[in-house]
């Protein structure tokens, strides 16, 4: 990276320069109300001064010396927010050897051998992305096939819903699990964390850490988010490092906020939203249940494609209540990773558990992360509870070559339930779940428009009722994520944060697949010009 890319952000103790935007279409959607557009916007010291016409605007007694940004009609947002995302792993994984696009096993493990050849022997190789729904063989790759390649670097394989790995035999060896020849290195959920850590420790080792996460977080900058909830997961190899954000903040080259989720406690008496405007404690991080794609998901009848199981919950009630309440009561949000139906129905039971307990001290609602499957009867019961609804509309196009495989087509109408979680009046975020999925917001807005594949399949979109308008699909990443948040921001409103992203064109006169290849032009995180 070089110097002119950095950003520099001095901090909120030193008040941006006031700027006026003009000649763009502002999206102003205030609650309660139809969403409208204005004309013009006013940044001073960190917040919205003023939104209009664009005379009403040019008046105000701050317009006066302000910097203007002129445009020609180019919709300009609030800051767009990764509601949830593991940033710290995203940016791990920019030197990584990417098999999403791999169309078979065999290409795939050509594409390992290769890398292998041009990397130093004390290298890992890390393969992330892969698919094997796709591939004409079906099936997960083994340590059996990794390792007749010759290859002598430890090699890490990552699936692309980051719930399964697999390691070649030095893997195994390096992470001081079982390498014999009888091992097949494939290891699922939190089994996966000694060969995940092993790794881990040689990243850090090399010290590109940091400049790996600077580098991903101007990436999502330049897709005009403003803030990100990332997520670490250390039980599942997905680690966070809360020293590697301070560093940045401290030498003012953190571009955008950070709201922090673990699965690890918080010491010291910590609450959610501890910290400042730009690095704060999220919440703490359950997981319920795995992924579809790994079949660890907990449905409650079995697989379609694998009547054997049903997936695996990862808690039984009484142990998972007990830490639950106690973390309520200390002030801490939770963030509970549930994907299947039988997952669902353990969490409505744990917010059935924790109304008895008590509202939450700080005023937070509790987090459902990805919701993908809920039934009828599920929710009615949500809606009588109120949590935050946290979805990825972009799973979409990468689960749908699988869907029916994997869960039938009587309970198709179970999943993606976009609109109605936001008709019913829910809180909904919209995020990436990167690296799982792309991190560009406006990839998830396509899909929340379409909800097809690349290709367009199904024509007219799957479920295609669940499909929602562009006004509500711009909520999922602006005013959902901030109110799930507790934040003042989200909304171009005299008073709230100044997170702004000018698009390079106008949203509302595009197609859906336009939508898709946006960027930001200009971006403002607290009245600060990131770019």
Not at 142 to 154: E, F, M, N, V, Y
Not at 331 to 349: K, P, W
Not at 490 to 518: H, K, M, N, T
Request: proline share 7%; with cysteine.
């Amino acid at each position: 990276m070089t110097n002119q890319n950095r950003c520099s952000v001095p901090g909120f103790d030193e008040p941006p320069h006031p700027v006026l935007i003009r000649g763009g279409r502002c999206w102003i959607a205030e609650a309660g109300r139809p969403p409208r557009f204005a004309e013009a916007l006013l940044l001073r010291e960190g917040r919205i001064a003023a939104v209009g016409s664009d005379e009403e605007v040019r008046s105000h007694p701050s317009a006066a010396g302000a910097e203007v940004v002129e445009l020609q009609g180019q919709t300009v947002l609030p800051g767009l927010t990764d509601a949830h995302a593991h940033a710290l792993y995203t940016a791990q994984n920019r030197n990584t050897l990417d098999l999403s696009d791999c169309a078979s096993l065999e290409e795939a493990l050509g594409r390992i051998r290769r890398a292998a050849e041009s990397a130093p022997r004390d290298h890992w190789i890390h393969g992330t992305g892969f698919n094997e729904a796709s591939w004409p063989e079906s099936r997960v790759p083994t340590r059996q096939d990794l390792d007749p390649l010759g290859i002598s670097q430890p090699v890490l394989l990552t699936r692309s819903c980051v719930h399964v790995r697999v390691g070649n035999g030095e893997a195994l060896r390096q992470a001081g699990l079982p390498h014999g020849p009888e091992a097949t290195g494939v290891l699922k959920e939190n089994d996966a964390g000694p060969l995940v850590h092993a790794y881990n420790r040689w990243v850090r080792e090399s010290g590109a850490e940091e400049q790996a996460l600077e580098e991903q977080l101007l990436a999502w900058a330049s897709c005009g988010v403003t803030e990100i909830h990332t997520c670490g997961a250390e039980d599942v190899g997905v680690s966070e490092n809360l020293l590697a954000y301070q560093k940045l903040r401290s030498r003012g080259h953190l571009p955008l906020r950070v709201l922090l989720y673990s699965d690890q406690e918080p010491s010291l008496g910590m609450a959610s939203g501890f910290g400042d405007p730009w690095l704060r404690y999220g919440g703490f991080k359950f997981f319920l249940d795995g992924s579809l794609g790994g079949r660890t998901a907990a449905l409650s009848a079995p697989y379609a494609d694998d009547p054997a199981t049903c997936g695996q919950l990862c808690w039984e009630d009484a142990p998972l209540f007990k830490q639950a309440r106690e973390l309520h009561a200390r002030g801490i949000q939770l963030q509970v990773h549930t994907i299947g139906d039988a997952a669902l129905d353990q969490m409505i039971r744990l917010l059935e558990d924790l109304r008895r307990a008590g509202p939450h001290p700080l005023g937070f609602r509790h987090r459902v992360n990805h919701a993908m499957f809920c039934r009828d009867d599920q929710m009615e019961r949500l809606a009588e509870l109120d949590p935050v609804l946290d979805i990825q509309p972009a799973f979409v196009p990468s689960d749908l070559p699988m869907l029916e495989d994997r869960v039938g087509r009587d309970r198709l109408p179970w999943s993606y339930r976009w609109a109605d979680f936001v008709r019913r009046g829910f809180v909904v975020t919209g995020s990436s779940d990167s690296p799982v999925e792309p991190f560009s917001p406006f990839r998830g807005l396509w899909a929340a428009l379409t909800r097809t594949t690349l290709p367009g399949l199904p024509e007219g979109g799957f479920q295609p009722q669940q499909k929602l308008t562009l006004d509500e699909a711009l909520g999922l990443f602006t005013h959902g994520p901030a109110e799930a948040a507790g934040e003042r921001r989200g909304r171009l409103i005299p008073g709230w944060a100044a997170d702004v992203a000018v698009c390079d064109r106008d949203l509302f006169s595009s197609s859906p697949e336009e939508i898709r290849g946006a960027r930001a032009s200009a971006l403002f995180v607290g009245g600060h010009r990131i770019l």
